[in-house]
Nanobody, 121 residues
Framework: VQLQASGGGLVQAGGSLRLSCAAS????????LGWFRQAPGKEREFVAA????????YYADSVKGRFTISRDNAQNAVFLQMNSLKPEDTAVYYC???????????????WGQGTLVTVST
């Protein structure tokens, strides 16, 4: 299984970025998918998750109202639209997928390599 994240970059505060994550090796169309991030010197933290049908989405309080998670099961991909970016959003962003259908949208087994998002003031 491979998860390939892309779309990171340097953006000014208030700007937008769209992250993409393409999965290969197995289909995740029946599984929740998630995004996490890790800022320099900090632990990795949950950002957002989406159920297999996209009927349910979950967000960290820090990004609620600014970030939107979506997915395309035909492409086996998950996306993260990030608007109104703040310097504190600077981090390496990771997409994640589970090995099994857990009853916990924060539990994942497979991780992408990460894509760096830097938000300047």
């Amino acid at each position: 299984v491979q998860l390939q994240a892309s779309g990171g970059g340097l953006v000014q505060a208030g700007g937008s970025l769209r992250l993409s994550c393409a999965a290969s090796g197995r289909s995740f169309s029946s599984y929740a998918l998630g995004w996490f991030r890790q800022a320099p010197g900090k632990e990795r933290e949950f950002v957002a998750a989406i159920t297999w049908s996209a009927a349910g989405t979950y967000y960290a309080d820090s990004v609620k109202g600014r970030f939107t998670i979506s997915r395309d099961n035909a492409q086996n991909a998950v996306f993260l639209q990030m608007n109104s970016l703040k310097p504190e959003d600077t981090a390496v962003y990771y997409c994640a997928a589970p090995r099994f259908r857990y009853n916990d949208y924060r539990k994942y087994d497979y991780w992408g390599q990460g894509t760096l998002v830097t938000v300047s003031t």
